[in-house]
């Protein structure tokens, strides 16, 4: 087997720059370090090396959705986001009818196998249908439906080791079963599209939650009930370290204000970064019409046509970074750790950091955030 090394004065690692060398075959990282391994050598000069992006929460790009589309849409949205730096995504389905959903999970599997698909699919992320009317945002309440365990459980039987991840109301859930289900499979319970309180909050916690959806987009916060102030989503996220949140960072759902406010609460190892991306993002799409209602991107952002709300986000990985660095002002290093390491951490899986042992996925970048190299599995595909 091959081995490839690339030397950089600024190789992103755990420990901060290294000025040296990383050395990969197709199965692991041999060496991240200063001294000179044996061998060719393909020197990047001053080109940031990062961990290669992992993507927790999008709905596809390059004009091809995830949901009611074919395994063809999500590899072509998959490789879409690839061209930005992400090497590990969970292609997300909105809440739809649970026949549809059930194809969704099944084109991504089916896409996740195809050699022709260049990054990792780690597994569906399903984003609905047990979510709160009162919290739906851009979901469709025709298909937010209550729990039901004769629906969810014989899915689960026939589809649930394609799903990696699932967002739920928790106040959905009070004893916790459905989440405890889910976790017990092996499956990332998330919070999001919710009006918990923190009593519900603390139910799913204990079952297994471990992440909130979207953190200030469609989450509960302080309600008063009687003259009594009850903490919410946002404040149980807050208040209880096992909870990671992931905010989308494209600089307009959340302002570069908020988004330093919660990574000072969180830190950037409870803190992911994602697009939330609408199919339209790597386009350059300026309008059109979203299930009948039109839209236009303007200002970096998907919005109704007539400018009253957000529409969704037109964000790619690289977009995050340039935001998390150059409008938040957070070092390079930390803005790439909640990108790689974090949501890493957060999935279990055995990448997101440049060392010995760990799965070769790279990215390579300049000073303004141009993707100018990536490596899935020690195989430069971009």
């Given at each position: 087997m ?5 030397k950089s004065?600024r ?9 040296g060398?990383?050395?990969?075959d197709?199965?692991k ?15 990047l000069?001053?080109?940031?090396l990062?961990p ?43 809440a ?11 084109d ?11 990054p ?10 047990y979510?709160s009317?009162k919290?739906?945002?851009a ?15 014989p ?21 916790g ?14 919070a999001?599209h ?14 297994g939650?471990?992440?909130?959806t ?17 903490p919410?989503v946002?404040?149980s996220?807050?208040?209880f ?12 759902h959340?302002?570069?204000?908020m ?38 991107v303007?200002?970096?952002?998907c919005?109704?046509?007539?400018r ?8 790619t990985s ?15 290093p930390?803005?790439v ?18 060392e010995?042992?760990?799965e070769?996925?790279?990215v ?5 955030i141009?993707?100018a ?10």
């Amino acid at each position: 087997m091959s081995i490839t090394t690339l030397k950089s004065r600024r190789i992103i690692t755990p420990r901060g720059f290294v000025d040296g060398f990383i050395s990969f075959d197709e199965e692991k990282i041999i060496y991240v370090g200063s001294k000179k391994p044996e061998g060719p050598v393909d020197d990047l000069g001053d080109a940031f090396l990062s961990p290669g992006f992992i993507e927790l929460h999008t709905h596809g790009a390059g004009g091809h959705p995830f949901l009611d589309s074919s395994p063809e849409d999500v590899t072509a949205a998959a490789n879409e986001h690839l061209r930005h730096g992400t090497t590990t995504i969970l292609p997300t389905l909105s809440a739809a009818p649970f026949p549809l959903m059930r194809k969704g999970v099944l084109d991504i599997a089916r896409a996740a196998a195809d050699p022709r698909t260049l990054p990792r699919i780690a597994g569906a992320h399903l984003e609905g249908p047990y979510l709160s009317k009162k919290q739906c945002g851009a979901q469709s309440t025709d298909f937010i439906t209550p729990l039901r365990k004769e629906e969810y459980l014989p899915f689960l039987d026939e589809c649930g080791k394609a799903v990696a991840r699932w967002t739920y109301a928790p106040e959905n859930d009070p004893d916790g079963a459905f989440c405890r289900e889910i976790s017990r499979r092996g499956i990332l319970p998330s919070a999001g599209h919710t009006d918990a309180v923190m009593s519900d909050m603390q139910t799913a916690t204990e079952n297994g939650c471990a992440l909130v959806t979207h953190l200030y987009s469609c989450t509960s916060t302080v309600t008063r009930r009687g003259g009594f102030r009850y903490p919410g989503v946002i404040e149980s996220a807050f208040l209880f370290d096992r909870l990671n949140v992931e905010i989308i960072a494209d600089g307009k759902h959340l302002p570069p204000e908020m988004i330093k406010m919660i990574v000072k609460i969180k830190g950037p190892d409870k803190t992911a970064l994602i697009t939330d991306s609408l199919d339209i993002a790597g386009t350059d799409i300026k309008s059109g019409s979203m299930s009948g209602v039109p839209f236009i991107v303007e200002d970096g952002v998907c919005k109704l046509a007539d400018r009253t709300a957000f529409a969704g986000s037109v964000a790619t990985s690289d977009i995050l970074l340039r935001v998390a660095t150059k409008e938040c002002g957070f070092s390079v290093p930390d803005a790439v750790k909640m990108m790689t390491e974090t949501p890493a951490r957060i999935l279990g899986v055995n990448r997101g950091k440049l060392e010995a042992g760990l799965e070769p996925d790279i990215v390579v970048f300049d000073d303004e955030i141009k993707i100018a190299g990536v490596f899935v599995g020690g195989k430069k595909v971009f």
